[in-house]
């Protein structure tokens, strides 16, 4: 069963739904998003009242935005209490800490930031909203003197984010602060099927362009990044995966790989793989099969076979966010198609109305090996010479 909600629906999970007639819950945001109407709708109650009688059958949303749905109509299930051990990072954190005993967090009132001091915390520390999303809000602390500027920029953050998404999304009224990870960074794409075993259903490379960067840039994805990274990976959904028991759900992953080889979580989001319809989509670029189907078809990757079959190219997703200090307010356009020239083989470009989103799109590049200079270039690039600025 699929939970549709704001802000955007891929077409090709629109045509997965279309292709394989699966069943969509006919909310009125989810019908306002697709005009189809012979598609699989099935009525709000009727399918609230399905997932009750039926709590292990799978259920993917393609938002957090649809979480308000969820704890709604579903407030006699486990799902609310599931959804929000992974969504706010200090409950999260909470399950985590004898596992990783030794790791430092803190969760705190925005309010009370401004008090706050730095004199008994490890340098350097990342803060960002305890319920999150896209990496809005998040920063990275080096020393105590940074500490007031940073304060600013989190109330203009804040300021900037409201009415973007929803509470359940991104919420600021809590904050945590956090041990900074060192190591390299990736995301991954997963579920627990119906006995309770973590499958992976993607690994990408979260790629920084300085070791301030908190931003979502480049996700790379490719054979050897998935064979070398696999095993551990699987290792440590186990681990996650005895502490709290979960069937048929989905979820995307980011940790962290420290320099003994430990992985480490940075956060986990439920319910959903990559946001606005991204990393799925990416594994059907790179890899031919369609995340959404193997989710609920309970499929698991045969990653030898499908390695058969692929480039061995690399396969990015590039988000397009607005680092260039230029307010939306001040942009006219920005240029596509010198964006698309600067790329090797640009497989599908997703454009976003600046105006609603503080960025501009995203696009799904294929690389070839020896040529990553492409992605260097976008991944420290701060996209003004793709914006045209208002003569006034």
């Known amino acids: 069963m699929i939970l549709i909600d704001q802000p955007y629906i891929s077409e090709f999970l629109l045509q997965t ?8 819950i006919a909310t009125e ?10 598609l699989n709708w099935i009525p709000e109650n009727e399918a609230a009242e399905f997932i009750k009688n039926n709590p292990n059958y799978p259920l993917y949303t393609n938002s957090e935005n649809s979480i308000s749905w969820i704890e709604k109509n579903l407030t006699s299930t ?49 803060i960002k909203p305890a319920v999150g999303f896209f990496s809005l809000g998040v920063h990275k602390v080096d020393t105590s003197e940074e ?9 203009r953050d804040i300021n900037e984010i409201k009415g973007f998404y929803p509470n359940e999304v991104v919420n600021a009224d809590y904050f945590i602060i956090e041990e900074c990870i060192e190591g390299e960074e990736y995301a991954m794409d997963c579920y627990f099927n119906k006995e309770s075993e973590p499958i992976i259903l993607s690994i990408l490379h979260h790629r920084f362009s300085t070791g301030k960067d908190v931003n979502d840039r480049v996700y790379t994805t490719s054979k050897e990044i998935i064979e070398k990274h696999l095993p551990n990976m699987q290792k440590f959904l186990d681990t996650l995966g005895a ?27 439920p319910m959903r793989f990559g946001g606005w319809c991204t990393t799925a989509d990416l594994s059907y670029f790179a890899y031919g099969f369609n995340a959404y189907q193997y989710f609920l078809n309970g499929t698991k990757p045969n990653w030898k076979e ?13 988000l397009l966010d607005n680092n260039s200090g230029i307010p939306e307010s001040k942009i006219a356009s920005f240029n596509y198609e010198l964006l698309l020239s600067d790329f090797e ?3 599908e470009l997703r454009k976003v109305d600046f105006d609603d989103y503080p960025f501009f799109g995203m696009v799904f590049v294929e690389t070839s090996q020896g040529n990553e200079k492409e992605l260097d270039q976008i991944l420290t690039s701060n996209l003004k010479k793709y914006i045209k600025v208002k003569n006034n």
């Open 17 to 24: 739904i279309k292709d394989n007639n699966l069943e969509i």
């Open 29 to 38: 945001v989810a019908s306002a998003m697709i005009s189809d109407k012979s």
């Open 78 to 126: 486990k799902l609310p209490r599931q959804i929000q051990v992974f969504k706010n990072k200090i409950k999260f954190r909470e399950l985590l800490k004898d596992t990783f005993p030794d790791y430092f967090f803190k969760g705190i009132k925005f309010e009370e930031l401004a008090n706050f001091s730095t004199e008994n915390i490890k340098f350097p520390f990342i």
């Open 147 to 155: 500490w007031p500027e940073v304060l600013t920029k989190i109330t």
């Open 243 to 269: 502490l709290i028991n979960l069937k048929n759900f989905p979820f995307h992953v980011e940790v962290r790989i420290d320099k003994n080889g430990i992985v480490i979580p940075v956060e986990v989001n």
């Open 306 to 318: 499908l390695f058969k079959a692929s480039k061995n190219k690399k396969y990015s997703l590039v």
């Open 345 to 347: 083989n640009p497989m």
